[in-house]
């Protein structure tokens, strides 16, 4: 299985991640993208930024991502989250996953971004009109 773990201030490049996961063997390619949204519970949001602390969220990504890998029948995975300030519409992750069919690629994918979620020490700050607030994690509905 081939697998590619980003942790960057850059702009994400999804082109980059697809082209990755894509083989020949693959029948399919999933592709998620995480983009920051103008409004979360109800309050408005013109930037998020995230932190993290690099070494053990590099180390982390890559054990998420193996787990997941290993959960299903995937050939290739790209995991690409972005660190800093990012303004409403900016990508903030990237998953693609390469598999022979679309089942295993979709329920990897969802999984990576659940566990990304639960275990990855990143942080994130939204800022808005009313001032910044930091956000808990996401568990997954099955957890909740």
């Known amino acids: 299985m081939k697998l590619r ?84 519409g900016s990508v903030s992750l990237v998953v693609a996953v390469g598999s022979r069919h679309r089942r295993p690629a979709f329920e990897c994918a969802l999984l990576l971004v659940d566990l990304l979620k639960q275990r990855v020490p990143i942080w994130k700050q939204e800022f808005g009109p009313d001032g910044s607030h930091w956000v808990e994690g996401t568990l997954p509905p099955a957890a909740r």
């Open 5 to 88: 773990v980003e942790l960057t201030s850059a702009e994400l490049d999804e082109a980059e991640a697809r082209n990755f996961a894509s083989a020949s063997g693959h029948g399919a390619v999933v592709v998620f993208l995480g983009v920051v949204r103008d409004i979360h519970e109800g309050r408005a949001v013109s930037a998020v930024d995230y932190t993290a602390y690099e070494p053990l969220a590099r180390a982390e990504l890559e054990r998420v991502a193996r787990e997941a890998a290993g959960a299903h029948e995937v050939g290739a995975i790209a995991l690409f989250h972005r660190i800093g300030r990012l303004p409403v």
